[in-house]
């Protein structure tokens, strides 16, 4: 079936540090890939998406690239900021889906001053 | 309304107790998801609700879970005979369709403690 793979967290960076947060998945064909994020006591929010190979999807100096060749969706940020501590989860629909979305475990982000 | 709200924000139960869940979606949105957030897990699916079609039920966990979605707006989920397994923090989603690359808008969850 369909899966999302994570980087473990918890990731502890300082200010202005850059960000890599992996994820991988398995799926049939061509999924729409997701990232959302948490921040403390709110819902989830979606952060950016990418729905074909080679899309980039980016917000807020977040980007991520949709590679197919090697079934990934990595998270980057180049400088982060404290106010970006959250918990951020990487998602798949599979493609032609009327369906859920299949979450990873989600990754813990904590930046401190 | 302007989100996706949900009811309560917190319950603390004792094991064997029912419970009810609520969660009012965007107005307008006809797909409505329920997933549960366990400590250190990621999100996990339990129902989705587009329209009038009949409900996809495949991530309830036991028959003890059950959930319905009235006039087409409104949904509850009830988990009978609550077990201390069953804490979590319970999130509902909404979107204006269902699957392909819709977004989903979350509500900030019900955290669910059964003792």
């Known amino acids: 079936g369909d899966s999302v793979t994570q980087m473990e967290g918890p990731v502890t960076l300082s200010e202005e540090a850059f960000l890599t947060i992996n994820c991988t998945y398995t799926?049939?064909?061509?999924?729409?890939l997701f990232w959302y994020v948490q921040y403390p006591g709110e819902g989830l929010q979606l952060l950016l998406k990418a729905t074909k190979a080679d899309d980039k999807g980016s917000n807020k100096g977040f980007e991520a690239t949709y590679r197919k060749e090697t079934t990934s969706f990595h998270l980057e940020k180049g400088s982060v900021q404290v106010s970006d501590s959250a918990v951020y989860f990487c998602a798949l629909i599979p493609s032609g889906s009327a369906r859920q979305l299949t979450f990873g475990s989600g990754t813990q982000l904590t930046v401190l001053p | 309304g302007a989100g996706v709200s949900q009811s309560p924000s917190n319950k603390v139960t004792e094991k064997g107790k029912d419970v009810e869940l609520r969660c009012d979606p965007i107005s307008g949105h006809t797909a409505l998801y329920w997933y549960r957030q366990s400590l250190g897990q990621g999100l996990e699916f339990l129902i989705y609700?587009?329209?009038?079609?009949?409900?996809?039920k495949s991530g309830l966990p036991s028959d003890r879970f059950s959930a319905e979605r009235t006039g087409g707006s409104v949904s509850t989920l009830t988990i009978q005979r609550t077990q201390q397994e069953d804490s979590a923090v319970y999130l509902c989603?909404?979107?204006?369709?269902?699957?392909?690359?819709?977004?989903?808008?979350f509500g900030a969850g019900s955290r669910l403690t059964v003792l």
């Open positions: 799926a049939t064909g061509y999924p729409s």
């Open positions: 609700f587009q329209g009038n079609s009949a409900p996809d």
């Open positions: 989603a909404s979107s204006s369709r269902g699957g392909g690359a819709n977004v989903l808008t």
